[in-house]
């Protein structure tokens, strides 16, 4: 056993150091890489990661888990060790399916893409995206018949990204929430405040990015262990749990969208950064899960950031940083954090019409899978559905369909898992108010590290070893609903605006 297993450490070593430099160059792309240079990092990145997936789907990797298998069964590996070949072993049997240039074409595509839709944005014309957009949908769509022949494109797709959850589940839970928020946001809006103009005003970008070193350090973000960054869209990575990075984008009129993305990248990092360190390097690290992983950093940006008592111990400190907020009272804070209206950009929305905007993608990637709606109609669709559940339409494409850089990396089914994400935030409130106590007194107090420590504890540590079903029923002891999230939204946003 030991020279097998030294053999199989030694393997595993060698693919990460493979992956390590895919996700440098990646980081490097999104950061920093003049216009000019791209095309030198998407030829070294589609290299290493050809190199890498070959490893992954060689006969020696093959015939090492094939023998580690029956090490796993017959107990002479650790519980650790036999969930990682396990995973290894599902992963290799359906990645060892896809031809090699096949891989190596979609990651060209993929760099390419991404690139094309920055461009895209910035001129806000679809039409510079479209050919990329196809490409990475034929691509996606090739792919998955040979990683998953048996299943439903997109299914499959989903599975990927929240494995247990299919769009029948999904549908489920979105159609309860369409029923109770559709009417209750309108309710809200026949109470709508006039804008408040001292949002708009001019905020140092360089002062933002000092207030979003302050939220990042009060959430429990380890310096020693984490770095951040500008990009275009924000996102966070990781190469470790010691070493996990973010960015932000920064808006000269508008703070509120560059502290809340903070506190979201926030709470992303601080989940990797707590995963068992002994997982690093391995599947078992790096949560897999999606809508677990969005889970907490929409818990961090909207359960905890957009309760009035997560800012009573630092709001004087985010004026000394950004001034203008000297002339806001907190109570107009509070107010503005949690204006409820129907806006069009989506890292920008308010929690309860954020919905809308996730349920509205997840039904394109319905259109574009199920249905094979061609490419050049999804601006329409994307304005029709606007128009239906926010009421409101596109001025352009900038911010309309091209807002979101997900598409271009191929990440289709990823979207639900942010709505999925906020379902279980509505749990894991109930579940933290039953082990803590008042959530609301502890953020008051400024002991918001010891929610960071619950999260820790019982989510975070566990990285990928337990699936989302596992993780909230170990966690709340009852199976997923959306009904406790609909009761937060209810309650909290019927005293705000007096219903």
Not at 103 to 110: I, L, P
Not at 191 to 217: G, I, M, S, V
């Amino acid at each position: 056993m030991s020279r097998l297993f030294e053999e199989f450490q030694q393997y595993l070593k060698k693919m990460n150091q493979y992956n390590h430099v895919c996700t440098l160059l990646y980081w490097d792309m999104k950061t920093c890489t003049p216009r000019l240079g791209q095309e030198g990092h998407v030829e070294a990145l589609t290299h290493f990661s050809s190199e890498h997936f070959a490893m992954s789907t060689a006969p020696e990797l093959g015939r090492m888990l094939d023998e580690l298998a029956g090490l796993a069964e017959s107990d002479q590996l650790s519980d650790t060790w036999k969930f990682i070949v396990r995973r290894m072993k599902r992963d290799f049997d359906r990645d060892k399916r896809i031809p090699p240039q096949l891989y190596r074409t979609f990651v060209q595509a993929q760099a390419e893409a991404g690139n094309a839709w920055v461009e895209a944005r910035k001129a806000s014309d679809f039409s510079m995206f479209a050919p990329h957009l196809q490409k990475m949908i034929d691509l996606t769509r090739e792919m998955t018949g040979y990683t998953d022949p048996e299943k439903e494109v997109y299914d499959a797709l989903l599975d990927q990204y929240e494995e247990g959850m299919d769009s029948a589940a999904i549908d489920g839970l979105f159609e309860e929430l369409k029923k109770e928020l559709i009417p209750f946001v309108k309710e809200i809006l026949g109470k709508q405040k006039p804008e408040n103009e001292a949002f708009t005003q001019y905020f140092d970008p360089d002062a933002q990015k000092r207030a979003q070193d302050l939220l990042l350090d009060y959430i429990g973000f380890r310096r020693e262990a984490g770095s951040t960054g500008e990009s275009e869209h924000p996102f966070t990575l990781n190469f470790s749990s010691k070493d996990v990075r973010l960015t932000n984008h920064y808006f000269e009129n508008d703070p509120l969208s560059a502290i809340f993305s903070a506190i979201h990248e926030g709470g992303h990092a601080i989940f990797e950064q707590n995963v068992n360190p002994e997982y690093d390097n391995t599947v078992a690290g790096s949560c897999c899960y999606m809508g677990l992983h969005e889970s907490q950093s929409r818990f961090y940006e909207n359960i905890l950031g957009r309760n009035k008592n997560f800012w009573i111990p630092i709001y004087e400190k985010l004026g000394e940083i950004l001034p203008p907020f000297r002339e806001i009272s907190p109570d107009d804070f509070y107010r503005e954090i949690n204006h409820v209206k129907n806006s069009l950009i989506r890292v920008n929305a308010d929690e309860v019409t954020y919905c809308f905007h996730i349920i509205l993608r997840y039904e394109i990637e319905k259109a574009i899978f199920r249905d094979r709606l061609p490419v050049d109609e999804l601006p329409a669709l994307w304005n029709r559905k606007m128009q239906e559940y926010l009421q409101i339409a596109p001025r352009d494409d900038a911010e309309g369909i091209l807002q979101d850089m997900h598409w271009s990396d191929g990440y289709f089914g990823y979207f639900p898992s942010y709505l999925l994400g906020s379902i279980y935030d509505g749990m894991f409130l109930d579940a933290m108010k039953e082990e803590l106590g008042d959530v609301d007194e502890l953020l008051r107090e400024g002991k918001i590290r010891e929610i960071t420590g619950w999260l820790n504890e019982k989510i975070h540590r566990y990285g990928s070893t337990r699936r989302p079903k596992e993780a909230v029923m170990a966690v709340c002891k009852k199976e997923i609903s959306a009904g406790p999230l609909i009761r937060y939204f209810k309650e909290k946003y019927t005293q705000i605006y007096g219903l």
